[in-house]
């Protein structure tokens, strides 16, 4: 299957501080990208969606403002989580789809962010 | 919107044995049923994947069935081994661009 390579694979930072996670597509175009926030021993959630060159669509709930998605590329997006809190602690994973791909999704490895 | 339950949230069972996980989704116009492997602290991993123009599939041991009339879908696993032990996810969409919507999961365990 397709390769989609996120990074870092883990991060701990101090409350207030912003982070960013990557998402790359590495042997496909990815046209859209979506990323899903997973709690412990829950299912994923989907946070928002992306296509390439166009504001992320947010889901309910979720504080665009907060988490800042771009989309620049066919091969990368980034998730951008902005003052950070404890209640930001979890694992984010970004997912990618593209003509190439067909219908399938491909994930990355996710993220897991520690907010101190 | 599309929801997604997913059925039983732990399965065990002995090494060589079967297992079973159900699916029922809501929206009629979903027509693409993908299923996820997911290992501890590691992304979801595509293991097998269905369209709604096709009843069943299969894969060396692993096998989706789909019941359109009845909405829902169901992952077999026969042979089963303790690396086959993780979290298991059905999903399902309808159309390209849009996001999954995941099921709850089912925990497998395979013992030896």
């Known amino acids: 299957g397709a390769v989609v390579s996120q990074h870092p694979s883990w991060v701990i930072c101090k409350s207030g501080t912003s982070v960013k996670i990557e998402c790359r597509s590495l042997d496909f175009q990815a046209t859209t990208m979506f990323w899903y926030r997973q709690f412990p021993k829950q299912s994923l959630m989907l946070m928002a969606t992306s296509n390439e060159g166009s504001k992320a669509t947010y889901e309910q709930g979720v504080e665009k403002d907060k988490f800042l998605i771009n989309h620049a590329s066919l091969t990368l997006s980034t998730l951008t989580v902005t003052s950070a809190h404890p209640e930001d602690s979890s694992f984010y994973i970004c997912?990618?789809?593209?003509?190439?791909?067909?219908?399938?999704?491909?994930f990355g490895s996710g993220t897991q962010l520690s907010v101190l | 919107g599309e929801n997604v339950e997913q059925h039983p949230s732990t399965l065990s069972v002995q090494e060589g044995d079967s297992a079973v996980i159900k699916c029922t989704y809501s929206d009629s116009a979903s027509n693409y049923f993908p299923w996820y492997k997911q290992e501890l602290g590691k992304g979801p991993q595509l293991i097998i994947d269905?369209?709604?123009?096709?009843g069943e599939k299969k894969d060396q041991r692993i096998a989706v069935t789909l019941n359109k009339t009845a909405k829902h879908f169901s992952l077999h696993i026969t042979e089963t081994q303790p690396e086959d032990s993780a979290v298991y996810f059905c999903?399902?969409?309808?159309?390209?661009?849009?996001?999954?919507?995941f099921g709850k999961g089912t925990t497998l365990s395979v013992s030896s």
């Open positions: 269905i369209r709604s123009n096709v």
């Open positions: 999903a399902a969409r309808n159309q390209a661009g849009t996001a999954l919507i």
């Open positions: 997912s990618a789809e593209g003509t190439q791909s067909g219908e399938k999704l491909f």
